[in-house]
């Protein structure tokens, strides 16, 4: 017997009207999203990632019943968000990233008591699924303090808190990791993750490859609307093994002759962080052998402080699937 997905996502398009022109305005449409068709499974982190403008927040939107496609069909909990919002939205709940969705000058306790009395919990509930919230995001001793007085970090696991409030099957979340310090981060991750092992279904989008790469069970790369490729960090790292990343670092200002390397058949794409006495470069290529050779025909005088072949990572998959040609 076939298990139905929890999300159902069947060619999908999005197109928006525009007026462009100040004396002489003309209509024009902007396709958002390309027929865009994808499935979540009970249970599963999965990431919706691209760079900015692909559409990840606009298919979010649809899911969770802020916005309506052109065209296509999408099932929420075998709910139609468009014409069965009324019944979805009390099953779901979406954060997104950033500050925004609380209210600064009431307590953490406050703010969790406020949504908890917009989405109907009895009163007599509020008391213990607060608390057990609160502690969840480790907010206890926090939480008769306003919310103008956190870090970034603490408002980000409070709105974890408020987007749990209803308890619901699914979460939304765009970027919740956005701006945080690398331990705040840490702890969101710990938090989702137990989120997963109660049930909890996840759908993220985030800019952090690692990020994705540690907590999702599937990822789909999506770019100018369409959906590029979708399968777990594993197989999509996997699918790249063909490819070599090579990692040198180099002493001396501006070592490299880039132009000879951009010109080379067998590398891929090429990244270059140049800091005050020494060079950071990252070159992906089908052949790393001649790349290392080429690299030295190209020093200029440089002194070579480390090299080293490595695996891709699901970022360098992410550059290759995406695009970015051999920028520096």
């Known amino acids: ?23 002489k305005s003309a209509t024009k449409e902007i396709e958002a999203l390309s027929g865009i068709s ?21 298919m979010i939107k649809i899911m969770t019943t802020m916005l309506i496609p052109t065209s ?13 919002y009324a019944q979805l939205r009390p099953q779901i709940n979406f954060i997104l990233g950033g500050e925004r969705n609380l209210y600064w000058r009431l307590t953490a306790y406050q703010n969790l008591a406020y949504f908890a009395d917009l989405y109907q919990i009895p009163r007599q509930q509020q008391k213990k699924r607060i608390a057990d919230l609160l502690d969840l995001v480790e907010l206890t001793d926090a939480a008769h303090q306003k919310v103008e007085t956190f870090s970034k970090g603490m408002k980000q696991r409070l709105q974890i808190a408020r987007g749990l409030i209803n308890e619901p099957k699914i979460l939304f979340l765009d970027e919740p990791s956005i701006g945080l310090d ?37 990822i789909a790369f999506i770019d100018k609307g369409k959906l590029v490729s979708i399968d777990s960090p594993n197989n999509l790292k996997a699918s790249s093994n063909h490819l070599s990343i ?4 180099l002493a001396g200002p501006d070592p490299l002759n880039l132009d000879a390397l951009h010109k080379l058949s067998f590398i891929e794409h090429i990244q270059v962080e140049r800091q005050d ?14 790349a290392v050779s080429s690299i030295f025909e190209s020093l200029q005088g440089a002194e070579v402080l480390d090299l080293a072949i490595t695996k891709p990572t699901l970022e360098d998959v992410y550059l290759q699937v995406i695009g970015g040609g051999k920028n520096a």
């Open 277 to 290: 006495y020494f060079s950071l470069l990252r070159i992906h290529t089908l052949s790393p052998q001649a």
């Open 182 to 218: 690398p331990y705040s981060a840490r702890k969101l991750r710990d938090i989702l993750r137990q989120l997963k092992e109660t049930g909890t279904t996840i759908l993220l989008t985030t800019h952090y490859m690692y990020e994705a790469d540690e907590l999702c069970d599937r």
């Open 72 to 84: 296509g069909k999408v099932s929420i909990l075998g709910l139609n968000p468009v014409t069965e």
């Open 246 to 249: 090579i990692e040198c670092k």
């Open 38 to 58: 994808f499935n979540v499974q009970e249970g599963e982190i999965f990431g919706l990632l691209g760079p900015n403008g692909a559409g990840k927040t606009t």
């Open 1 to 23: 017997m076939k298990i139905q997905p929890i999300i159902d996502v069947v060619d999908v398009k999005r197109t928006y009207k525009t007026t462009t022109g100040l004396w």
